[in-house]
């Protein structure tokens, strides 16, 4: 045993010193997973602006009605114009107009449009509801003013300051949110499918080390020394296996720290990302053991990789395949190992909850692990 982890060490610190797989390793994965979090880790506030200019006192209330509202910031404009450029260079989310004579129109009972702008993309479309709602709000005040005006002989002004006041005075109303089933945020399931997608292609790209080894007759060398063929094997699956697993706990603990991603039940993401580090492990002695030379290698890791990992979802959701295309993405492992995330990271789910999907990864780790044991002891002693 001593033999297969001084093998294992080996094989690690070899990779460690390789500058293209330090870069595959410590660099190229937090570009991307920087690049998620800057989409999606960031807050979500949208920022609105507003043009009032000369929508009287009526229109200075929807404003200071958004301005308190939770969910939006606000920040004023001079004109229409200046309002929508801002839209345009995407200094706002979105804009919203309270048109000149505002409070006038809607005194002598005119239905007043207020224009939204918004690009079709980011936290704007999802500020348009906040808005909408806000909107209403006044609305509702506005017709039991006019309602209150109507039946009392009142002017407009007592009407309104009645029904305000009625409205303050109403019952509270509690909104409990509660998520059923649950999904995984954003920016989390997008660390979840990097790290699926990188543990894999590291391994297969580590594949070139032993096909190196294998060509200068190192392992030969080995074999010729007192360590047998299986300490030798054991040793390049240790050493396989400790690069697999060092980029998957790499990629979850800098997830964790810079970015505060939740990675759920401890136990349940660890069975995961072992199980899925072994699979890249068969994956890796398998290609080392059948592919010829280290070139063969580095374009079959970085085009096989990347293929499984579109077909598997670590590209584009899953949720989002039709059912055909979503039923071919479980023939990968990958698939499965983001089926066991989506549940932890979404549902809080334990070992239990994912134990199908572990089941079938422990599967693929042992089938793979066995095709690529047998090949390379033939490859070795043949």
Not at 54 to 69: F, K, Q, W
Not at 318 to 333: C, K, N, S, V
Not at 348 to 360: D, H, N, S, Y
Not at 377 to 382: F, K, S, V, Y
Request: charged content about 15%.
């Amino acid at each position: 045993m001593r033999s297969a982890l001084a093998i294992a060490g080996t094989n690690l610190r070899r990779v460690l010193r390789d500058r293209t797989a330090t870069f595959f390793i410590f660099v190229f994965p937090f570009m991307i997973i920087l690049a998620i979090g800057a989409v999606f880790g960031a807050s979500s506030t949208p920022l609105l602006g507003v043009s009032s200019a000369g929508s009287g006192p009526l229109g200075a209330d929807l404003l200071t009605r958004l301005e308190r509202t939770e969910g939006i910031r606000v920040r004023s404009y001079p004109d229409r114009g200046s309002l929508t450029r801002a839209v345009q260079r995407g200094q706002v989310e979105a804009g919203l107009v309270i048109p000149g004579g505002f409070d006038r129109e809607v005194r002598g009972g005119a239905t007043v449009s207020l224009p939204y702008i918004a690009r079709p993309v980011g936290a704007a479309q999802g500020g348009s509801a906040i808005v909408a709602g806000v909107v209403d709000e006044q609305a509702a005040v506005l017709r039991a003013a006019r309602f209150g005006q109507r039946e009392t002989g009142s002017s407009f002004d007592q009407a309104l300051a009645r029904a305000t006041a009625a409205s303050r005075e109403g019952p509270p109303v509690a909104v409990v949110e509660r998520s059923v089933g649950g999904t995984a945020g954003t920016f989390a399931y997008g660390a979840a499918q990097e790290l699926i997608l990188f543990v894999f292609v590291v391994s297969l790209g580590a594949s070139s080390m032993l096909i190196e080894s294998r060509r200068l007759g190192v392992s030969r060398r080995m074999l010729a020394s007192p360590t047998s063929a299986r300490t030798i094997v054991m040793g390049e699956g240790l050493g396989r296996f400790a690069i697999a697993l060092f980029q998957g706990v790499l990629i979850a603990g800098v997830t964790l720290v810079l970015f505060g991603v939740d990675w759920g039940d401890p136990a349940a993401t660890a069975a995961v990302v072992i199980l899925f580090a072994l699979v890249g492990t068969g994956a890796a002695m398998l290609a080392g053991s059948v592919l010829e030379n280290a070139q063969q290698a580095g374009s079959f890791g970085v085009f096989f990789g990347l293929l499984l990992a579109a077909l598997g979802g670590c590209m584009v959701p899953l949720e989002i395949f039709p059912p055909t295309m979503r039923t071919i993405a479980h023939l990968t492992p990958h698939a499965w190992a983001l089926d066991a995330f989506s549940k932890i990271l979404g549902r809080g789910a334990g070992i239990g909850g994912v134990a199908p999907q572990l089941g079938v990864l422990a599967l693929y780790a042992g089938v793979l692990l066995a095709l690529a044991t047998v090949s390379f002891r033939r490859r070795l002693t043949g």
